[in-house]
């Protein structure tokens, strides 16, 4: 009777790990997001200015993504906090623009061999290279008029505003660590075509905590690429570039966000735009986390239920209804229109 107790129990052992789920690549929620430069919050110590940088610790790594927009500010912001610069174990700039990467400088005096993620561009302040086939020839011009006397390199490298640092430039989304993964995406947005953007995604045990610089190519497309790892979203922190929008577009926004793509909490900065925190605010009641500089989010389980948030009410459903309708004018993404002939139910 024993033997065929053992037999059986060993049998369901087996068993269980045959049908068993693959493992998902994800990290422990730990740690918090402290947010070390924006132009509003109520930290006395920290110093008020445009642009964005935050310290995203979590899983045992320290990342400081994004370095603010005045490298003494900067540094003034990481002393009143006691942010240790020199074991960060690495550097993300979301992207070229100085209101983001400024402060690099004051990190590379603390740290100068800090590895650094940044978009790879062509001829980007990051450091850049291109085949030297990318130009015609002419070879009946003379040797003194043409490029390299008529013998140019295989590869032709273009210089950076920091010659020594150890930066590895990112053309396409790559996980750079179990669970952390860099999502690249380009604009296609007047002003800023062809700006190549990073965003920080970390994937959870809870979800996929969401870094965002200034969401240039569109939050809602960030948002997209980091389902692709994990539909669940559990928060986003960071700049969602619609400071200048129109009501009706923060509110298709709001509704992609909450409606379309489940956000679970929002924890918007920078470049989101006044009217786009109210409206964020009303939407997400208390799982609207305050994220003014020198706020720390706590990224422990169930982050809704903890840390500063707004104090805004729920979403009204007159308010709700009409971010739906607004909702309905457009689905750049195609998922409203998959996931009904997929259910067979809509979600608006």
Sequence with gaps: MKLRTLFVAASL??????????PVAAVEPAGQITILYDAFGT??????DWGFSALVE?????????TGNDPDIFAANVKAKNIDLTNIDFVVLSHRHSD???????????NPTVKIYAPKEGFGVFGSSLP???????????PEMRYYGGKPPEVMKFGTAWPRANVELIDKTTEIAPGITLLALVSDAPGTRELKELSLAV??????VLVVGCSHPGIEKIVEAAAAINPKIRLISGGFHLVVASDEVIARTVATLKDTFKVENIAPGHCTGEPTFAALKRAYGDRYLYAGVGTSLPLGPGTGSVGRRGEGPALQQDDLTTYRKLARREDPF????ARSLQSGI???
């Excluded at 930290?43 to 008020?48: E, F, N, S, T, Y």
């Excluded at 979590?58 to 994004?66: E, V």
């Excluded at 983001?100 to 603390?110: E, T």
């Design 203 to 208: 994937n959870t045990a809870d979800g996929v």
């Design 43 to 48: 930290d006395a110590a920290m110093k008020k």
């Design 100 to 110: 983001h990467m400024a402060g690099l400088n004051h990190v590379l005096r603390v």
């Design 346 to 348: 809509s979600h608006l």
């Design 132 to 142: 030297s086939s990318f130009y015609r020839k002419d070879e009946s011009l003379p």
């Design 334 to 337: 195609g998922i409203l229109k």
């Design 58 to 66: 979590i899983s045992g790594k320290r990342i400081l993504f994004d």
């Design 13 to 22: 052992a087996v068993a269980s790990v045959l049908i068993a789920p693959a």
